[in-house]
């Protein structure tokens, strides 16, 4: 998969750091290991039919796996009070990501639990990583994407300065091609995803 954009919504000195540098190059890598069909190597898409019906189109869970899967690799731990993955970094303070799989309000509900994780203090600063609209378009009906969350950038970036927020951007991903002979990637069986 090829990484797309990073937003940054909220430094507060985080960004010039070591610890910073590992994070972003740990999410940069765990992007580019993200490969389909399984064993490619890149990450190929089947265009959706946006004519036909919704199951003629990709889900999003096996894109999350091998990116969480590297994360977990390098000592990220998954899963772990409510955020996908999150690192604990010297000092004690974690960072989270969110690998987003849900629709567009689960988005939303990803930008306020890193929000809340800050104010509260379990979590120095997040990143939660989204599709483009290249690549939402082919994914399950209303996954959330950059598109769609862009006009509330200024709202969050309104974050920045507050006491405990560390650090906080979005970063966009998308297809390395698309290819019309590529399997479509499974999807799940919750919420919008069922056929």
């Excluded at 994070?23 to 959706?48: K, M, N, S, Y």
């Excluded at 039919?49 to 869970?61: E, S």
């Excluded at 990583?129 to 769609?148: C, M, S």
């Amino acid at each position: 998969m090829r990484f797309s954009d990073w937003h940054v919504l909220v430094d507060n000195g985080f960004g010039v750091t070591a610890e910073f540098a590992r994070v972003r190059r740990d999410i940069l890598e765990g992007i580019d290991a993200i490969r389909w069909p399984p064993g490619a190597h890149d990450f190929a898409l089947r265009p959706a039919d946006l004519r036909a019906r919704p199951q003629q189109r990709n889900g999003v869970k096996p894109i999350k796996e091998a990116f969480v899967s590297l994360l977990a690799d390098r000592g990220w731990r998954l899963e772990h009070d409510l955020f996908d993955a999150h690192l604990t970094l010297p000092g004690g303070v974690p960072f989270a990501v969110e690998w987003e799989t849900g629709n567009i309000s689960s988005s939303h509900r990803a930008m306020n639990r890193l929000g809340l994780g800050m104010h509260e203090g379990r979590i120095g600063g997040g990143i939660l990583v989204v599709p483009t609209r290249a690549l939402y378009a082919h994914l399950t009906d209303r996954i959330g994407n950059f598109a769609e969350l862009e006009r509330y950038l200024p709202l969050w970036e309104r974050w920045d300065g507050e006491p405990g927020f560390g650090y906080l951007a979005v970063v966009t991903v998308e297809q390395d091609r698309l290819d019309p002979t590529a399997p479509y990637i499974p999807r799940g069986t919750d919420g919008l995803a069922l056929p």
